[in-house]
């Protein structure tokens, strides 16, 4: 019997990483097949990639950084939690520096151990709750609000939009998570709750119209969307010039909510994430 079992289980593995590796085919397959349908050449998805990144945010920021040339800068990316798969880690190997802020203060030693290479000459994390209530404070207590950030990302599943439309500093370019249940046209935007956390359903933030209206009133022109429909780019208005799409519109570059992009081609992109120390990274 217990041969039986364990024959089964090794037969259940097999098939398990069989359809695995058959959804990554027919999810790349989907993948090449939007980017084929694109023919703006300033668009930014066909750019995309992923080294650290949730999806393809790594090379879209890649991209819109090239258009804008800057080989290296500042960045703040609040909501990164173990820091394994965000949007600043790969800015850091190519020799960016800056902050990153989780609410979570369970990654602090792993953080702190796992980055200790880079831990203070490049990479500042801190842990703490941001709310209307410290956003702004915690940001200048880090000197942030001192010379020009280049990239500010947020991924807070819930009060990203309260945070940008408190927000004093003027960052060049913003990464905004948008809620792509709701399509390009429709204005949806959840009440401010100080110490709202993400349940893990779809209830996780305003819609991508909502976003880009309150960046717009910021400043900042939409450039792009990750082909996943999880984050908005936008760009500083004076800076934008005629580098990205003439049709800055949500309804435009909307792209829908494909979650299972994530997991069936993003998820695991070769091996494990992992950080260690590197040489370029060690000098100050």
């Known amino acids: 019997m217990a041969d039986n079992d364990a024959i089964d289980a090794e037969r259940f593995k097999t098939l398990a990483y069989a359809v695995r590796r058959n959804n990554g085919y027919l999810a790349r397959a989907e993948v090449e097949r939007l980017l084929q349908k694109i023919d703006d050449k300033k668009r930014l998805e066909p750019f995309g990639f992923k080294i650290y990144s949730q999806n393809d945010e790594d090379g879209i920021l890649e991209e819109i950084f090239r258009r804008l040339n800057i080989e290296k800068g500042r960045f703040c990316e609040i909501g990164v939690e173990h820091g394994l798969e965000c949007n600043s880690l790969y800015l850091i190997h190519k020799g960016w520096r800056g902050v990153w802020i989780d609410g979570n203060e369970s ?101 991508l119209k909502t976003v880009t209206a309150m960046a717009n009133k910021k400043g900042y022109r939409l450039v792009g969307t990750s082909l996943a429909g999880t984050n908005a780019f936008f760009v500083r208005d004076d800076l934008a010039g005629d580098l990205f799409p003439d049709n800055a519109t949500s309804e435009a570059l909307y792209n829908p909510a494909r979650y299972w992009l994530i997991w069936d081609c993003y998820d695991e992109n070769g091996h494990p994430p992992s950080f260690g120390p590197y040489l370029d990274l060690m000098e100050p």
């Not at 709750?193 to 779809?202: M, N, V």
Request: net charge negative; aromatic share 12%.
């Open 107 to 207: 990654w602090r030693e792993f953080i702190q151990t796992k980055f200790a290479p880079v831990i203070p000459h490049r990479l500042t994390p801190v842990f703490t709750f941001l709310n209307l209530d410290n956003f702004n404070q915690t940001l200048a207590s880090l000197k942030l609000d001192e010379g020009e950030l280049d990239l500010l990302s947020i991924d807070i599943d819930g009060n990203d939009i309260y945070m940008l439309e408190a927000m004093v500093i003027r960052p060049k370019v913003l990464c905004i998570e948008y809620n792509a249940k709701f399509p390009g046209h429709v204005v949806k935007q959840p009440p401010y709750t100080p110490d709202f956390r993400w349940d893990q359903t779809d209830y996780m933030g305003s819609s």
